[in-house]
């Protein structure tokens, strides 16, 4: 069965502290992978999309990384407008054909000041 | 602004009622997703539409319905509601399927 799991569920960090939120997939041949942020009462807000392993992507203090089996949202010296929902989510196929997105349950991020 | 539009923003509406849900997609997103997350959970996925035609379905209750129009706005529909279908219900556009999808600011469906 197609599986996106995030971990860890919530992680409160100091500004400036920098650290890695993960993601590991099970899915019959990986087509991408996308990141997205999400604040409370809010929608998902798009961030990247990977598609290889090796593959690197930056934004700001966020990079994305990804390889075989996982991906990795590297936050660098975050501050406190960092604090959201980090939610990972894959394309997946069924018969041959594009079937649905299916996110894992993110991680919270809250960035003390 | 993801250029996904989704009215209404609020929608309260007692047991046993029937709504009806809006999303206008990004210009020339042919593709649309219909997503419900409940209070502290993650997105579930309910149904996709691409250029009027089902393309895809998730866990949706047979109470729910939707559809996608020539002019590639769709809807969803939500009849005999129970209290456990309050949450917040997001639509996502993209050009094509499979590659990432740009989500509406959802509408929060209270069922009293």
């Known amino acids: 069965e197609d599986q996106v799991t995030q971990s860890p569920e919530a992680l409160r960090l100091q500004e400036g502290e920098s650290s890695s939120l993960n993601c590991s997939y099970t899915?019959?041949?990986?087509?991408?992978l996308f990141w997205y942020r999400q604040d409370p009462g809010k929608g998902p807000e798009f961030l990247f999309t990977?598609?290889?392993a090796g593959e690197e992507k930056e934004k700001e203090r966020l990079k994305a990384t990804l390889t075989k089996k996982e991906s990795f949202l590297h936050i660098t010296a975050p501050k406190p407008e960092d604090s959201a929902t980090y939610l990972c989510?894959?394309?997946?196929?069924?018969?041959?054909?594009?079937?649905?997105?299916?996110f894992g349950k993110g991680t919270r991020l809250h960035i003390l000041p | 602004d993801s250029g996904v539009t989704q009215t209404p923003k609020h929608l309260i509406t007692a047991t046993g009622q029937r709504v009806t849900l809006r999303c206008s997609p990004r210009?020339?997103?042919?593709?649309v997703y219909w997503y419900q997350q409940s209070l502290d959970q993650g997105l579930q996925f309910l149904i996709q539409?691409?250029?009027?035609?089902?393309?895809a379905k998730g866990n949706i209750l047979e109470r729910f319905s939707a559809q996608q129009f020539p002019d590639l706005h769709s809807e969803l529909n939500l009849s005999s509601l129970e209290l456990g279908d309050s949450a917040l219900y997001f639509c996502?556009?993209?050009?094509?399927?499979?590659?990432?999808?740009?989500f509406g600011q959802g509408t929060r469906l209270t069922v009293v």
């Open positions: 996502a556009s993209s050009p094509r399927t499979g590659v990432a999808a740009f």
């Open positions: 899915v019959s041949g990986l087509r991408g």
């Open positions: 990977l598609y290889s």
């Open positions: 989510a894959v394309p997946t196929i069924r018969g041959g054909r594009d079937d649905k997105i299916i």
């Open positions: 210009s020339g997103d042919l593709s």
């Open positions: 539409y691409y250029n009027g035609e089902e393309r």
